[in-house]
């Protein structure tokens, strides 16, 4: 037990210290984007684990079935530092800073816990580029909140499908899973099928998502509206 408590001590700083002080430019533009899902397979004495010991640190001991979710993990985290490699230490630091007041918890923690909770590792990306609107004060620290929560609860094959809620729009299943989300919301309502049924819209979370998330052009300050359809008279 102790030696377990000590090995996430020592994952969590190493993630923490790469995070607000690591060079990433020079270690990770050797791995390339095209190589991140080859590199975890290089032998431990390679560049990317002596640079980024966390990584190493995350996958030391891998022999049981169990330790899948740390490989896992480690190539979302490479991922993860890929992505804001070109992000100055000092806005990086100063992220840190301001989530760990605004959500009263240990960033690295945090990141590691949100990484970890990803079910798919195509989303690291958009965290990435969320995370960085956020640092370049687009975006604000809740919305980054809420984006991260919202990737949480969507499924992946899913959320190529947000941009046809920028018009009101309905989907079954899909419309649901994005509202359970937060990013969209009940724009139409039609009890008596007049014109099709209740219609979806994106929230501002999901314009927030759509936008930076994914690079979509769209105005995230849109107004929310609902109609309601009605034969009355």
């Known amino acids: 037990m102790e030696e377990t408590t000590n090995q996430t001590t020592s994952v969590i700083k190493s993630f923490d210290n790469t995070f607000e002080s690591g060079n990433l430019v020079d270690t990770l533009s050797q791995v390339g984007e095209v190589g991140l899902d080859y590199a975890l397979e290089l032998s431990e004495a ?63 923690v945090a990141l590691l816990s949100i990484l970890d909770r990803l079910n798919n590792q195509n989303y690291v990306p958009i965290i990435c580029r969320l995370m960085k609107a956020k640092m370049d004060e687009e975006i604000t620290l809740l919305d980054f909140n809420r984006c991260v929560l919202a990737l949480e609860r969507t499924s992946y094959t899913d959320l190529d499908k947000l941009s046809f809620f920028d018009v009101d729009y309905y989907e079954e299943g899909v419309a649901e899973s994005f509202e359970s989300a937060g990013l969209v919301y009940l724009s139409v309502i039609d009890p008596r099928n007049l014109r099709g049924g209740p219609k979806m819209r994106l929230s501002r979370t999901g314009r927030v998502m759509l936008k930076f998330g994914q690079e979509h052009p769209i105005d995230i300050d849109a107004p929310r509206t609902t109609r309601i359809i009605s034969d009355f008279g």
Request: glycine share 4%; aromatic share 12%.
């Open 46 to 108: 390679a560049p990317i684990f002596k640079d980024i010991p966390v990584l190493g640190l995350i996958v030391s001991g891998t022999k049981t079935v169990a330790n899948i979710r740390s490989f896992v993990l480690a190539n979302k985290v490479l991922k993860f530092f890929f992505g804001i490699k070109d992000v100055p230490i000092e806005k990086r630091r100063k992220f840190s800073e301001e989530y760990c007041q605004v959500n009263r918890e240990d960033t690295a």
